[in-house]
């Protein structure tokens, strides 16, 4: 591949070369129209791997409706190359906050262990599996929020299989031990969560479980050995949360937690901040409150819940009071004391604050938000947007760079403007007039002459009309004579008006 060191790729221009991957190069690039709109493209290093290339696209597409998943803005060709625009994270990777902090507290790694399997628990619905977490594909932003980016080899179950049976993807410190020689009916899901549970155990102990320059060697240490007890590398780690990290790294799959809500379930005591949090398939909440003080009533209990993200606001600000709950409200299935509440999101009891979104379109363009069509053709709109985070995509089919998408935070009662401009190439100037003439031609020999015009044989002997297209042209005939001589006349003629041409004898 030619090395991209132009100062633009498509209608993108390059900032800086971040660096590059077995799969692609990598660019932070802002574009040209737009002058706050930076983002990461990916240029395809090897062509063979396009089909690859064009699945990640896929992949981060339908992936888009979560705020933590690094997000596709553009997909096109530039010359023999596919690019990918993505996201612009302003943050840096959990890999380079460990180099720099050695060891996590708990509650922090815990946390972020969370979020990841949060991430992953929505893609596993849509059957769309990582299969290379690690520090290096986690991102902490500059507001604290967890995303999970390089869905490179991310695998759907109607995928076509591009690797190979028996031919291991990912990372090795990271794989899980079967991953090393996958069959057709692995659980991609098991990979991910064993890949959690190392990238938890990286942040608490600051090394992986089984380490080793030969990626062999960690095959063979991970398919015949359980791994160290991570308390011994780390103290202060909790028995309960060491059984936790265990379980997920089991050598067994089937004795791993089997879905990403399992582990956060097992995680749940050990997030900071108190009561655990965490995303339903419903789209509810899950609240997990302590047991009670001694003397102290459950059914006396007042529960304020706020669904909201500090600072950022990704999600709408709703406030819930649960208060005189009854038993049947109520359930503590374990035994353990703690009483867990349902919470329903969808229907909240009163309206979310809203703000407004200003959007400007030069020259025009369809207007998205959150995938609903709000105008098409249109060059300025607003609207009453709920508070928390939305996505616009806007689209011109004219244009040189046909989408726009962004992602963006509204606050109650503020205003959010967005502006976009389309480069539409100018239209190609119309083809000239082309005039065409019936031309008659005739000899004395027509019943045995061939005619070529311009050296094509026509398919009838003359005489015939023809037509032709107006300009200078080279008529022949070819006969046999009296004698049975073969003759060739031939006349340039310029063809301006309908025209009879007769050969003499």
């Not at 190392?198 to 479980?209: D, E, F, I, N």
């Not at 959010?416 to 190439?425: E, G, M, T």
């Amino acid at each position: 591949m030619k090395a991209m060191n132009q100062e633009f790729i498509g209608s993108y221009k390059i900032l800086e070369k971040k660096g590059e991957g077995g799969m692609a190069q990598v660019y932070l690039a802002v574009h040209q129209d737009v002058p706050n709109l930076k983002v990461i493209l990916k240029v395809l290093s090897d062509p063979r791997l396009g089909e690859r290339f064009k699945q990640e696209a896929d992949k981060l597409a339908l992936l888009d409706g979560h705020p933590s998943i690094c997000r596709i803005k553009h997909f096109f060709s530039h010359g023999d190359n596919i690019v990918i625009a993505m996201e612009y994270i302003d943050g840096a990777t959990l890999e380079d906050k460990i180099k720099s902090m050695n060891r996590f507290e708990v509650g922090e790694a815990v946390q972020v262990a969370n979020d990841v399997l949060d991430i992953l628990a929505f893609a596993h619905q849509k059957d769309i599996y990582h299969r290379d977490i690690k520090p290096g594909n986690i991102m902490i932003d500059n507001v604290g929020q967890t995303k999970v980016i390089d869905f490179g080899i991310a695998k759907g179950k109607t995928d076509p299989n591009l690797t190979i049976a028996g031919t291991a993807c990912g990372t090795p410190a990271y794989m899980a031990p079967e991953q090393f020689n996958p069959t057709e009916q692995a659980n991609y899901a098991l990979w991910d969560i064993y890949a959690v549970g190392t990238t938890l155990y990286m942040m608490l102990c600051g090394q992986v479980p089984f380490t080793d320059e030969n990626p062999f060697a960690i095959r063979d240490a991970k398919l015949f050995n359980d791994p160290p007890a991570p308390s011994a590398l780390n103290s202060s780690i909790p028995k309960p949360l060491e059984e936790v990290i265990l379980k997920s790294l089991a050598r067994d799959a089937d004795r791993r937690y089997q879905t990403a809500e399992q582990m956060q379930d097992g995680l749940s005591p050990f997030l900071s901040g108190g009561p655990t949090k965490r995303r339903t398939p419903s789209g509810g909440m899950t609240i997990q409150i302590p047991p009670p003080k001694p003397g102290e009533s459950k059914r006396r209990w007042l529960v304020v819940v706020t669904v909201a993200a500090a600072l950022a606001l990704t999600a709408p600000i709703y406030h819930y009071v649960i208060k005189d709950k009854s038993a049947s409200d109520q359930s503590d299935p374990d035994g353990s004391g703690d009483t867990t509440l349902v919470i329903d999101q969808t229907d909240p009891p009163f309206e979310p604050p809203q703000g407004i979104l200003e959007i400007s379109v030069k020259p025009e363009g369809d207007i998205y938000l959150d995938g609903s069509l709000l105008k098409a053709g249109a060059d300025a709109w607003m609207v009453d947007v709920d508070s928390g985070q939305h996505i616009v995509r806007v689209e011109n089919n004219k244009a040189t760079t046909k989408v726009f998408a962004d992602t963006f935070a509204i606050l109650p009662d503020s205003t959010q403007r967005l502006n976009y401009a389309f480069s539409i190439p100018e239209p190609p100037p119309p083809p000239p007039e082309v005039k065409v003439y019936k031309v008659k031609i005739g000899s004395q020999w027509r019943k045995k002459a061939e005619v070529l015009i311009d050296n094509v044989a026509q398919a009838d002997s003359a005489p015939w009309t023809y037509t032709i297209v107006e300009g200078e042209h080279n008529i022949r005939i070819k006969f046999d004579d009296e004698t049975g001589r073969p003759q060739d006349l031939d006349t340039t003629v310029q063809i301006d008006s309908d025209t009879r041409i007769t050969f003499p004898k």
